[in-house]
């Protein structure tokens, strides 16, 4: 959760990514480990679905995706 990437090269051309909460247990063990015992993060998808950020909280995700100038859209 703490390796830095260019998040708007991987969201492409739209400048859209979506938000959508995920519970820790459905993520990989070695994420899972450093996810300091949250129940919930965050992630950021591109148009395509792929998934190019975890981050600890809903605010955050929003705050990420308007610093690397995307549009952040939630998703339940």
């Known amino acids: 959760m703490n390796t830095r990437h260019e998040i708007a090269e ?4 739209d400048r859209i990514v979506y938000v959508r909460p995920v519970l820790v247990s459905d993520l990989p063990e070695e994420v899972q480990e450093q996810a300091g015992g949250l129940d919930m993060i965050y992630a950021l998808h591109d ?7 975890l981050v600890r909280d809903r605010r955050l995700a929003f705050m990420l995706a308007r610093q690397n100038d995307l549009a952040p859209v939630s998703v339940h």
């Open 10 to 13: 991987k969201a492409g051309a």
């Open 47 to 53: 148009t395509d679905g792929e998934r190019i950020a």
